[in-house]
């Protein structure tokens, strides 16, 4: 079998292996019973046929063992389904986020990442919190997939990791334009490694040392929030409009269904950013992009507005 990495693997697996078992079977015994019956019983061996009827035997026949061949399926799936629906109550804790068209994870101290960081052998139970549309989170060396719906209380799902390792998390949901594009990556590592980097005091400070290039912080952020996924920097039209040469153009917008022209500047990057169906660029849809308040503090959206501003010839 392909790579696994959790305890849910080998239930997944072996439920896979004797639904695949059980169909080889019929496929190879149905295309040898068609090819000796074509042979056995053809008009010229066997001019005369003979009906079958009232056989209690092959009714039963036929009745019985298909259902112990279906029950048996039943019971592996359901043998290795049931573990993934009883999270463990003690383990840690993390939130992943959903969004077109990236993932990722807040943990309880606070801290926030693209990837997903987990300790071998330990139980991860992961919120499942979709900000804009249907998502799924999907691993598959885990052999773990869930939706993440919108407004869904409770949902959330869990497993444990029994090697190290980088494994891929993809979206699994058909989310949009760039949804192939929105792939992370879980990484397994021993759990002392793991606790040292999660109380690790460098990563964690805000703090943002002053002789920090504000466009290169910009240009962090929105990558990091897969703001690229929809504005491109090279001048072409994605799902968004690009962030090159616009800084401190006049650009038209609809506002509130009534065109105007309004100064491409910090307010307007910071509105953009807040309420983006406040302003809606000419040319492009409204509702597309969902606000950032609460996500994107204001002095990141100053930094951002460096990095747009820095796109200009
Ligand atoms: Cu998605």
């Not at 939706?147 to 029994?162: I, Q, S, Y």
Request: proline fraction near 6%; hydrophobic fraction near 40%; aromatic fraction near 14%.
């Amino acid at each position: 079998m392909i790579l696994g990495a959790s305890t849910f693997v080998e239930g997944v697996d072996n439920a896979f292996l004797v639904i695949l078992g059980i169909s080889f079977f019929f496929v190879i015994g149905l295309t040898l019973t068609i090819i000796l019956f074509l042979f056995r019983y053809n008009e010229k061996r066997n001019p005369k046929p003979t009906p079958v009827k009232d056989s209690i035997t092959l009714e039963l026949t036929w009745t019985i063992i298909p259902i112990i061949l279906v029950l048996g399926m039943f019971y592996y799936g359901y043998v290795g389904w049931i573990p993934m629906k009883r999270p463990p109550s003690e383990g840690i804790t993390v939130t992943a986020n959903a969004r077109m068209w990236t993932f990722n994870f807040r943990y309880e101290n606070g801290r926030v990442t693209d990837k997903l960081y987990v300790p071998k052998d330990t139980a991860i139970i992961v919120n499942l919190n979709a900000l804009d549309v249907l998502h799924s989170f999907y691993i598959p060396a885990f052999r773990l997939k869930e939706d993440m719906v919108p407004g869904l209380p409770n949902n959330r799902t869990w497993f444990e990791a029994t090697k190290t390792g980088t494994y891929t998390i993809f979206c699994a949901e058909y989310c949009g334009l760039q949804h192939s594009y929105m792939i992370s990556e879980v990484v397994v590592m021993e759990p002392d490694e793991f606790w040292a980097w999660y109380d690790d005091p460098d990563a964690m400070t805000e703090e943002i040392p002053d002789d920090a290039d504000p466009v290169l912080l910009g240009r962090q952020i929105v990558e990091r929030q897969g703001c690229l996924a929809c504005h491109s920097i090279d001048g072409s039209s994605l799902v968004g409009p690009t962030f090159a040469g616009r800084y401190g153009e006049t650009i038209t917008v609809t506002t509130g269904g009534q065109q105007r022209e309004i100064l491409y500047d910090e307010d307007y990057v910071k509105r953009s950013i807040y309420d983006p169906d406040a302003d809606i660029t000419i040319g492009f849809r409204p509702g597309q992009m969902f606000s950032y308040e609460g996500e994107i503090s204001e002095q990141e959206v100053e930094f951002i507005t460096e990095f747009i501003k820095s796109l200009n010839p």
